[in-house]
């Protein structure tokens, strides 16, 4: 059984930084792309990063770019996200999410992990 | 810049049938944008129904169907139940390498 398990959230300040894991277990983590998703409080689905399972191709939204990195560590089966300069806007709960091995389509989901923004 | 579209807030009654689309502001969908369409209710984590189009996902009902109708994808829920009372997302994939989620569509079953 596939299950994605994110970490890391909690209260910032603006300004601030944070990193977001989610644990991996039930595949094959290293053949897959893997994607993180948000999602702020009463509001609809916003993609936010991918990576290929070797991780040789990362792409961003324009709203986080330059500010959030992806990352992977095949290793231990574990998907990062590192958050920067964080502002009230980048509120909402970050869901991990399982592409396959050719393409990044949006399979499998973790329960998420919320991320608030505030002083 | 990329928008995606989805209807407003829509109702079907028990036992119909719905069809639910997805579009795009610069042109039309095809099987290239790797249409998914996704399911939530409140406080809940999305749940994917369909991916690449049509690919049911594992344990979804073969009520719900996905394809292509015209310049847009499109999801089918046939026959209707009051458990498909939901939000229902789409999301299609861009030449560029990135991902647009629609603003969702609130379906009432009544």
């Known amino acids: 059984e596939v299950q994605l398990v994110e970490s890391g959230g909690g209260l910032v300040q603006p300004g601030g930084s944070l990193r977001l894991s989610c644990a991996a277990s039930?595949?094959?983590?290293?053949?897959?792309?893997m994607l993180w998703v948000r999602q702020a409080p009463g509001k609809g689905l916003v993609w936010v990063s991918r990576i290929r399972g070797d991780a040789g191709i990362t792409n961003y939204a324009d709203s986080v770019k330059g500010r959030f990195t992806i990352s992977r560590d095949n290793a231990k089966n574990t998907l990062y996200l590192q958050m920067n300069s964080l502002r009230a806007e980048d509120t909402a709960v970050y869901y991990c999410v399982r592409g396959l091995v050719s393409i990044s389509v949006l399979v499998a989901w973790g329960q998420g992990t919320l991320v608030t923004v505030s002083s | 810049q990329t928008v995606v579209t989805q209807e407003p807030p829509f109702s079907v009654s028990p036992g119909g049938t719905v069809t639910l689309t997805c579009g795009l502001n610069s042109g039309s969908v095809s099987t290239s944008n790797y249409p998914g369409w996704y399911q939530q209710t409140p406080g809940q984590a999305p749940r994917t129904l369909i991916y690449s189009t049509n690919t049911r996902s594992s344990g979804v009902p073969d009520r719900f169907s996905g394809s292509i109708l015209g310049n847009k994808a499109a999801l089918t829920i046939t026959g209707a139940q009051a458990e498909d009372e939901s939000d229902y997302y789409c999301?299609?994939?861009?030449?560029?390498?990135?991902?647009?989620f629609g603003g969702g569509t609130k379906l009432t079953v009544l």
């Open positions: 999301v299609l994939y861009m030449s560029s390498g990135i991902w647009v």
């Open positions: 039930g595949f094959t983590f290293s053949d897959n792309w």
